[in-house]
């Protein structure tokens, strides 16, 4: 739709014609976008589509944040805007102010919340008629609080209806600026320091809204709004109790809902009230808690005609009274009023919302959360609206690791935790501080892995591999990322581990190996890092090879000497060099006298039950079927490691349960038609028949479908295979005869083995108790 114009501005074509109806929305979700999607590059011509109404239409526009500069404004000067919302656009300068009077004679609502430069000029001279390279630079250039712009005046903006100039500079004379305007029926002046009040009266017959928050009230003050008799809502609360002089008496209360009779919503939140204010305990009405006015537990809202839609107490003891004469109350007694606060103070009051989700997190940590969709939509949105916020950035990411939780799983659609998990990524990238992270990766502990973070898998491993980076970070944050990255890449394509190893994965567990070996520690990190360089290396001869490049043979030998008792440990290591010695071309490296008799030595070992002695063998096999010619060394000699080997196999019993997972037998048939080796074909046609004969119904389908059973036939038809191989390959087969014909046959009622990949409610638990690191902290 689109072409270069002059000076590379970016044109739509004169056949296109966007309607407002599509334009807002285009605006609308790149904003979205911009602040939610870390993929999302913000792009400086984006604005200029919108220059021109014959090809494009825009009505209702909202931008929050840094990401607005002066041009983009001046780009949509020529647009006839109904709605313009401006929201902690701190980069906006009084050019913009001049911008604004392009759009005079049609806004009727606007926005500056938060805006705190825009009455002030930067550097450069004001300039709003041709777009020029030195304005573009005047972008970069902070606005000077030290030089505010006078000239602007809202005269002519005669349509104006709807105006929040909430957080004014004091500078600015609220009285004087908003003067010229007659029309007035909505006003937030929240923040704003008020020179005088009597101005509020001339819109006496018109204003329906007024928000005062933060505004310190005063006799003059409230005597002003009481000749407001049209009011519908209005707001006169404050952040806290603290630092306030003015009390909130019954008289006041019984004043305000006596005069301002339309009043359908009230917010006196963080107000300290009086005692008399309500009605004694024993006094109260029986029964179900109730919103008549004529049972209200608070004496002056006995006086309302009928309750109101909304009724803000927040931060008051009003809320804990039984009756309260209102629809919708925020408050914190309940957990219906602490939602109703999160929802009614997140877009423009981040400092109350974040005490609120505060709240939220103890009631679903200590009690039960009956409103779990709701609460999870609000925090959401919390998180999503301020992603710069640190606060609300930890309490949010606290509040929803217990709302993701296996208790309320199952009330949750696969696109609300898609959500969760955006806005997780979203907090574990802005910060790097020890509680945010800590909590994300809790929270990400809750889904199935790697199932539920396959849509954002390349984004989760860069951010847990960033979180590892440090030589010395938070020991809790570094075990719960380390489990995470394990869990990610077991039970995933080779194509993802080859991404992931791409990524410096292999390098970054090796660090961690290496910064514990220095250590002299051998913990959960050491061997949840080698367990992830098992799943990783397995079938990717990429990254067996960057384990070998990267030292991984040195640390292997390391841990070895200086743990000579760590099971798991041992193991894992094994493990892996057994994916490093599946691989043809990277064998010859492990073909050297010191790792051969490392391998020889653990043949004999007796730890983990048959691992270690069984993944040793499987290292030796691999290097044995390449035949004696590629066999340079005269110790140890070939035939003494194949004996040791047979001895190690004739050894095992062949009914153990096995810490192994297998997704191809792949490795193995490939020993079986061969006889350059016999040890080794015997040694995978023992594994075949353990697992066929412990796990049939996993393993004996998984045989048959990769033609394993024509490859034992062979063995039993070559002269140089063993008669005890033979036999074991007949037993092999005749236990997959037996599963074909009764499929439903298992294993004993015994369970399977243990997979390596660990599901949410698992990790989570582990995470939080097993991996010894605190509750999520708020």
Request: net charge negative; hydrophobic share 35%; glycine share 4%.
């Given at each position: ?354 005490r609120a989700i505060n709240q939220l997190f103890d009631i679903a940590r200590i009690q039960h959360c009956s ?303 061969q006889s350059i080796a016999p040890v080794s074909q015997h040694w995978a046609t023992w594994a075949l028949y ?89």
């Open positions: 739709m689109c072409y270069q114009g002059f000076r590379n501005k970016l044109c739509m074509r004169s056949d296109i014609f966007l309607p407002s109806e599509i334009c807002d929305k285009l605006v609308n979700t790149y904003m979205e976008l911009v602040h939610t999607d870390s993929n999302f590059e913000p792009r400086e011509i984006f604005f200029q589509l919108f220059s021109d109404p014959r090809s494009t239409r825009l009505t209702r526009v909202q931008l929050r944040e840094n990401f607005v500069l002066d041009r983009d404004l001046e780009a949509i000067r020529k647009q006839d805007l109904i709605e313009l919302h401006l929201t902690y656009c701190n980069n906006l300068s009084s050019r913009s102010l001049k911008t604004l009077t392009s759009f005079r004679e049609t806004l009727v609502s606007l926005s500056l919340f938060g805006c705190n430069n825009i009455f002030h000029r930067k550097g450069a001279p004001l300039a709003c008629t041709e777009d020029t390279e030195d304005e573009d630079e005047d972008d970069e250039i902070p606005a000077s609080p030290q030089t505010l712009e006078t000239d602007f005046s809202f005269q002519g903006f005669n349509r104006l209806r709807l105006l929040n100039l909430g957080g004014l500079h004091e500078d600015v004379e609220a009285e004087n600026l908003l003067k010229p305007l007659r029309s007035i029926t909505s006003l937030d002046l929240s923040n704003v320091h008020l020179q005088g009040t009597a101005f509020l009266t001339q819109w006496r017959d018109r204003l329906a809204s007024l928000v005062l928050y933060n505004v310190d009230l005063s006799e003059e003050l409230v005597s002003t709004v009481l000749e407001l008799v049209n009011l519908r809502h209005l707001d006169i609360s404050r952040e806290s109790r603290r630092n306030t002089k003015f009390k909130m008496t019954r008289k006041i209360l019984t004043v305000i809902v006596q005069r301002l009779v339309n009043l359908v919503s009230l917010d006196i939140s963080g107000h300290i009230m009086l005692d008399n204010c309500t009605v004694p305990h024993f006094e109260e009405a029986m029964g179900r808690p109730s919103s008549e006015p004529c049972k209200s537990s608070i004496y002056p809202f006995q006086e309302l005609k009928r309750p109101l839609q909304f009724l803000g107490l927040y931060d008051t003891t009003l809320c804990n009274v039984t009756h309260i004469p209102a629809y919708k109350v925020t408050g914190s007694k309940n957990e219906d009023q602490v939602l109703n606060a999160i929802e009614a103070y997140t877009e423009f009051r981040p400092e109350l919302a974040h409103q779990l969709l709701r609460a999870l939509q609000l925090v959401i949105a919390a998180l999503k609206c301020h992603k710069y916020d640190k606060s609300i950035q930890v309490t949010g990411s606290a509040a929803l690791f217990y709302l993701t939780n296996t208790e309320y799983r199952s009330d949750q659609s696969v696109r609300l935790r898609r959500e969760v998990i955006q806005v997780v990524l979203n907090g574990m990238e802005q910060y790097q501080e020890v509680t945010v992270q800590r909590n994300c990766c809790l929270t990400l502990c809750n889904f199935s892995i790697p199932e539920e973070l396959e849509f954002q898998y390349s984004r989760v491993n860069q951010l847990l591999l960033k979180i590892l980076e440090p030589a010395r970070q938070d020991e809790s944050i570094q075990r719960i990322a380390v489990h995470l990255c394990n869990a990610l890449v077991c039970q995933v394509d080779n194509h993802h581990k080859e991404a992931v190893g791409k990524m410096g994965f292999v390098k970054t567990m090796l660090n961690l190996i290496q910064k514990k070996l220095q250590d002299r520690t051998c913990d959960q990190v050491m061997e949840f890092s080698w367990s992830a360089l098992w799943n990783i290396t397995d079938e990717t001869p990429d990254n067996c090879q960057m384990f070998l490049t990267c030292r991984g043979m040195s640390l292997f030998l390391e841990c070895l000497e200086e743990f000579p008792d760590k099971q798991e440990l041992h193991r894992n290591m094994l493990g892996l060099l057994g994916n490093v010695a599946e691989v043809k071309s990277l064998r010859p490296q492990l073909l050297t006298p010191q790792f051969i008799t490392v391998f020889s030595n653990l043949l004999e070992s007796k730890a983990d039950g048959i691992e270690v002695s069984y993944n040793a063998c499987g290292v030796l096999s691999h290097i044995m079927f390449d035949g004696p010619e590629v066999w340079m060394m005269d110790e140890p000699r070939r035939d003494a490691v194949m004996d040791r080997m047979w001895e190690a196999i004739q050894s095992w019993d062949v009914s153990s349960r096995r810490n192994i997972n297998y997704r191809s037998f792949e490795p193995i048939l490939r020993l079986l038609p353990n697992l066929v004969s412990v796990y049939p119904s996993k393993y004996c389908p998984l045989l048959i479908k990769e033609g394993g059973v024509s490859l034992l036939e062979k063995v039993l038809e070559l002269e140089s295979s063993q008669p005890e191989t033979k036999d074991m390959a007949r037993k092999v087969m005749e236990q997959c005869e037996t599963f074909k014909e009764d499929p439903m046959e298992t294993n004993n009622g015994q369970e399977m083995g243990r997979p390596f990949s660990v599901d949410a409610s698992g990790l989570s638990q582990t995470a939080i108790g097993g991996l010894g690191s605190r509750r999520p902290g708020s």
